[in-house]
């Protein structure tokens, strides 16, 4: 079965960095697009990345441009999220997705940029 398990999230300063990781198994990683969405209490999930099957497109949120990188290693069936330049606001729950027939997420991980 698909799993998707989240790792990296912490306490962080603002302006400081965070890389996220989500190893998944259960299904042909490198075949399908990654995804990252947050949570923050009180509000929707909204996708933050998107990275093709074999990371050559990326996609980002405008508020996140600039800032966060995603990426994947396929050989690893993992996908990663680089945050850097941290902000308050950036606080919340990042989940790691994929659409296979239907949405798979993992449990997430928080991340709160605090001072």
């Known amino acids: 079965q698909v799993q998707l398990v989240e790792s990296g999230g912490g306490l962080v300063q603002p302006g400081g960095s965070l890389r996220l990781s989500c190893a998944a198994s259960g299904f042909t990683f490198s075949s399908f697009y990654m995804h990252w969405y947050r949570q923050a209490p009180g509000k929707e999930r909204d996708m933050v990345a998107r990275v093709s099957p074999t990371g050559v497109i990326t996609n980002y949120a405008d508020s996140v441009k600039g800032r966060f990188t995603i990426s994947r290693d396929n050989a690893k069936n993992t996908v990663y999220l680089q945050m850097n330049t941290l902000k308050p606001e950036d606080t919340a729950v990042y989940y790691c997705?994929?659409?296979?027939?239907?949405?798979?997420w993992g449990q997430g991980t928080q991340v709160t940029v605090s001072s």
């Open positions: 997705s994929v659409v296979r027939g239907v949405a798979y």
